[in-house]
T-cell receptor, first 111, second 112 residues
Framework: DAKTTQPTSMDCAEGRAANLPCNHS???????VYWYRQIHSQGPQYIIH???NNETNEMASLIITEDRKSSTLILPHATLRDTAVYYC????????????FGAGTILRVKS | NAGVTQTPKFRVLKTGQSMTLLCAQD?????MYWYRQDPGMGLRLIHY???????AKGEVPDGYNVSRLKKQNFLLGLESAAPSQTSVYFC???????????FGQGTRLTVV
């Protein structure tokens, strides 16, 4: 029941910006968009989240379109350690506001 | 500040054995979750809790029980393990429904 669509994989050159797109056309007005990443089999790591406005923190920026049907995660200067599976997630208002994980995007950062 | 700690990290069980997975968080979070991750299936919610003394079923609760006697701990129990429960189990916690959730490092369980 994932509510997001992401490309299966992407490549990015080390030091360049990585732009990861996500479609969430059925998102409801009060549902937040979250981004997590998972490196190897470690626990998912929180990156950023937002509702309507663009957000920025020390890791990344999140750009949400005005109609909220899509968003883009931006890693401004990708490094080899950013190679991971990136999940765009809508936090639905059921099951204690569970995080609904889809298949994610495999980001490969190459030197 | 340890965040979310899961115990044990690895375990091999024989079919029919029981075990308890422990999740401990030191962030005073109200919400706690147990997920399982299987190849090609993503993370699926097993059970969750919205506060001390409360538990509720998630999407795939069969074969599991949980308890939240203390706010900082969320226990996941397998009463009679089955090979279908071979998986990686992740615990997560968050302060409120719309704040970031933090995950533990996982428990890799194999049932033979």
């Amino acid at each position: 029941d994932a509510k997001t669509t992401q490309p299966t994989s992407m490549d990015c050159a080390e030091g360049r910006a990585a732009n990861l797109p996500c479609n969430h056309s059925t998102i409801s007005g009060n549902e937040y968009v979250y981004w997590y990443r998972q490196i190897h089999s470690q626990g998912p790591q929180y990156i950023i989240h937002g509702l309507k406005n663009n957000e920025t923190n020390e890791m990344a920026s999140l750009i949400i379109t005005e109609d909220r049907k899509s968003s883009t995660l931006i890693l401004p200067h990708a490094t080899l350690r950013d190679t991971a599976v990136y999940y765009c997630i809508v936090r639905v208002a059921e099951y204690g506001n569970k995080l609904v994980f889809g298949a994610g995007t495999i980001l490969r950062v190459k030197s | 500040n340890a965040g979310v700690t899961q115990t044990p990290k690895f375990r091999v069980l024989k079919t029919g054995q029981s075990m308890t997975l422990l999740c401990a968080q030191d962030m005073n979070h109200e919400y706690m979750y147990w997920y399982r991750q299987d190849p090609g299936m993503g993370l699926r919610l097993i059970h969750y809790s919205v506060g001390e003394g409360t538990t509720a079923k998630g999407e795939v609760p069969d074969g599991y029980n949980v308890s939240r006697l203390k706010k900082q701990n969320f226990l996941l129990g397998l009463e009679s393990a089955a090979p279908s429960q071979t998986s990686v189990y992740f615990c997560a916690s968050s302060f409120s429904p719309n704040t970031e959730a933090f995950f533990g490092q996982g428990t890799r369980l194999t049932v033979v």
